[in-house]
């Protein structure tokens, strides 16, 4: 069983950056993909960025590709997803999501084990 918390959402100006923290419990985190996804109000749940177990491989969804950077930290058993140039269109609750024994870059939401709670993150124009 693999828990995951989120942290790092807030609110912004249009332009500004936040970076998300993702932790998960449990001693095989280095062997997890890890993905990103958002939902915002009365929109159905979307990719964002995802991660393979190394690090070495990584995806974006094309409306954040050049703004986000997903990366991870395996030592400290955490994922992060540093956020720039934020619009207001990124305004969404931000999950992060883990994979188990996985050596791709799981993109779909049914590829996916474990799930957090979700942050709020803000943008204003």
């Known amino acids: 069983q693999v828990q995951l918390v989120e942290s790092g959402g807030g609110s912004v100006q249009a332009g500004g950056s936040l970076r998300l923290s993702c932790a998960a419990s449990g001693r095989t985190f280095s062997s997890y993909a890890m993905g990103w996804f958002r939902q915002a109000p009365g929109k159905e749940r979307e990719f964002v960025a995802a991660?393979?177990?190394?690090?070495?491989?990584?995806y974006y969804a094309d409306s954040v590709r050049g703004r986000f950077t997903i990366s991870r930290d395996n030592a400290k058993n955490t994922v992060y997803v540093q956020m720039n140039s934020l619009k207001p269109e990124d305004t969404a609750v931000y999950s992060c999501?883990?994979?188990?024994?996985?050596?791709?870059?799981?993109?779909?939401?049914?590829?996916?084990?474990?799930w957090g709670q979700g942050t709020q993150v803000t943008v204003s124009s």
């Open positions: 999501a883990a994979r188990s024994e996985y050596r791709g870059v799981p993109t779909r939401e049914w590829q996916y084990n474990y």
């Open positions: 991660i393979s177990w190394s690090g070495s491989n990584t």
